[in-house]
């Protein structure tokens, strides 16, 4: 049990000393690019949503005029076979977008 | 239950889980910190036969830098709380993005998405794991780089960084994904981060083109694992051939993937057929072309009667083999002649290539995968029984034709028990073929999802006592798995464990390891 104990100790004391010291590979880190974001609607429904909605995997949605607020709930929870997809993949602002793009009139496309 | 939070990890206290939410909060910033049910939503659902409670997170980290990691770990040591890593979440079948236990703290890497290099020359990439393949395809288009992408099916929302460390395949000549990773950095439990191989080495330039540095070769113990968070990862990439040759060839009694495999076999080992190849039953491939309920209704598992009929409308064989050719047009037409002398010799086999089968839906997406093109198309298979269920059965086969032929009955009997059907293929490695099962079922119907559960339980147990070992399972089923590997091989694994992470706040549960 002590000695578990002083194990743990020294495990913290460890992390202490590598914190303090930061790290010397993160600090070579270069933020030479910053990540991915999406453009619009469109893109996010030509590279994800697309792939099964056009494609007689999953169901027409374009041209159906569905309710923005009912495609976020889909979008968030998933339905069924089609999985959910987080604000980490498609941010609240994006699925917005999306909602509206998805929600238009055909002639709007 | 609690109030506040919809779960709580195993052994932490309400109050030290506020504090360590707290912190969580001071190094990521408000918004990158989830715990509200709403926000969680997207990372309960799972198509296992469980309850989604089993798999609740009690909250989840968006973190984008290696920086937040080591402030996170401090965090979990200080609290012993346990995280879940995930990289884009989308392992569909095997327990998508929820954690192994109830209550984990899910680490989404998915907003860690730079492309920090891809190499036209060298042909390799350097990722971190949010990047998608989508993301990726897109980026070598962009730029030009004729190199192709070797990806699983669920490609263009999946990424190269998840697949690889859960050891996935993918369907080109790179399709044995770990063979072709080179070089990691990993934040440990302690904060320290490791850069595997030469990346260990200050000023290196061969991080990504030499896999084994110097000493022990130490990435193999990142992957299925639990012993760091990979945070940069590098892979190496085909370039593009001159041409490209997809074809399929059908057979009509399921007697006949012997004939098959032996065929193949020499010429997969020779290299005259460089890819992946998948042996597909009639059933993996029916649903981009068939409707189940057009055929059979009611309970139990689908007829060999309605298959054939299945076969026959649809211009499917029983097996269909899908593989390709790559290189300059002589190159395939020297290998394109010993294939066909090859599969011609018995008459069994019916040969198509793109001229008879371009318009093919179920030809047209394998041909997109054996080429590195986005696809979700297979994920028509969820349509075959609806309502969501699905885990993959996917036990490992030598590629010898009998072996084939009793997995596959094996398979299909306990299936057949349970009322399901065998929606199976093989995908050929060199020596090896992954047999891979999408047990499918009906997770609106409690029936049907306790029998799945029991079916895949059974499938484990009657195929580890024979001797075949599963090579990945969903996270309902890791302990079982990683029992079948016997006591010595886990307790190196708890050995390995405790030195890296003695505090086990590091998805403890994965591949059974705690």
């Known amino acids: 049990m002590k000695k578990r104990k002083l194990k743990n100790l020294q495990f913290g004391f460890a992390l202490a000393i590598i914190f303090m010291m930061s790290n010397v590979w993160s600090a070579q880190e270069e933020k030479n690019n910053t990540g991915f974001a999406w453009k619009d609607g469109a893109e996010i429904y030509t590279k994800i949503c697309a792939y099964c909605h056009e494609a007689q995997v999953g169901p027409q949605i374009l041209n159906r005029e569905l309710p923005a607020a009912y495609i976020r709930a889909v979008v968030r929870n998933g339905n069924r076979a089609m999985p959910a997809f987080r604000d980490s993949e498609i941010d609240d602002e994006s699925l917005a977008k999306l909602a509206d793009f998805i929600s238009k009139k055909e002639a709007q496309h | ?514």
Not at chain 2, 209 to 229: A, E, R
Not at chain 2, 357 to 368: G, I, M, N, S, V
Not at chain 2, 440 to 449: A, I, M, R, S, V
């Open chain 2, 1 to 514: 239950m609690t109030r506040k939070y919809i779960a709580l990890p195993n052994g932490v206290s309400e109050k030290n889980f506020d504090a360590a939410i707290s912190d969580f909060r001071r190094v990521l910033g408000d918004a990158s910190v989830l715990t509200s049910a709403e926000q969680l939503a997207p990372y309960i659902k799972t198509m296992m036969p469980v309850p989604d409670a089993d798999h609740t997170p009690s909250a989840a980290l968006l973190a984008t830098t290696v920086e937040q990691i080591q402030g996170i770990v401090a965090i979990c040591n200080q609290y012993k709380v346990p995280i879940w890593m995930i990289s884009t979440g989308k392992n569909l079948g095997y327990g998508s993005a929820a954690p192994a236990e109830r209550g984990q703290v899910v680490l989404d890497l998915k907003r860690m998405n730079r492309i920090l290099e891809v190499d036209k020359d060298l042909a390799f990439a350097l990722v971190e794991p949010g990047v998608t393949y989508q993301q990726l395809y897109d980026y070598i288009k962009e730029h030009r780089l004729g190199l192709w992408l070797s990806m699983p099916a669920p490609s263009a929302i999946a990424g190269p960084v998840g697949n690889t460390l859960d050891r996935g395949v993918g369907y080109t000549p790179y399709g044995e994904h770990f063979l072709f990773a080179c070089g990691m950095e990993v934040v440990l439990a302690n904060g320290e981060v490791l850069r595997t191989g030469m990346g260990s080495m200050p000023n290196s330039n061969t991080w990504q083109v030499f896999k084994w540095g110097y000493g022990p070769y130490l990435d193999g113990i990142f992957t299925q694992s639990n012993y760091g968070i990979v945070t940069k990862f590098g892979f190496w990439l085909m370039p593009e051939p001159p041409a490209f040759k997809p074809f399929v060839i059908q057979y009509q009694h399921e007697e006949d993937i012997v004939e098959i495999v032996e065929t193949i076999r020499p010429l997969r080992i020779s290299g005259v057929i460089p890819n992946a190849v998948v042996i597909a039953h009639a059933l993996y491939e029916a649903p981009v072309k068939a409707k189940r309920s057009d055929y059979v209704s009611g309970p139990g598992s689908i007829p060999d009667e309605a298959v054939y009929r299945i076969m026959k409308d649809h211009k499917l064989g029983i097996w269909n083999v899908y593989a390709a050719l790559y290189g300059t047009q002589e190159q395939i037409d020297v290998n394109w002649k010993i294939v066909t002398q090859a599969f011609g010799q018995s008459g069994n086999a019916k040969i198509l290539t793109e001229q008879e089968a371009a318009d093919d839906p179920a030809f047209a997406y394998r041909a997109k995968l054996m080429r590195g093109e986005m696809t979700l198309t297979e994920f028509s298979l969820y349509n075959w029984r609806g309502g969501g269920g699905s885990m993959w059965f996917a036990p490992v086969s030598q590629a010898r034709g009998s072996e084939t032929l009793k997995q596959m009955a094996l398979t299909k009997q306990i299936l057949a028990k349970y009322g399901l059907d065998y929606s199976g293929e093989f995908i050929v490695g060199m020596r090896d073929m992954h047999h891979i099962v999408d047990v499918l079922y009906d997770k609106t119907d409690p029936e049907q999802t306790k029998a799945a559960y029991q079916c895949f339980d059974e499938l484990l147990t009657e195929f580890s006592a024979r001797g075949y070992g599963t090579y990945r399972v969903n996270t309902a089923f890791m302990d079982k798995v990683a029992e079948t590997y016997g006591p010595v091989q886990r307790n190196v694994h708890k050995t390995l464990k405790k030195a890296l992470d003695p505090n086990g706040i590091l998805a403890p549960g994965k591949s059974g390891i705690r």
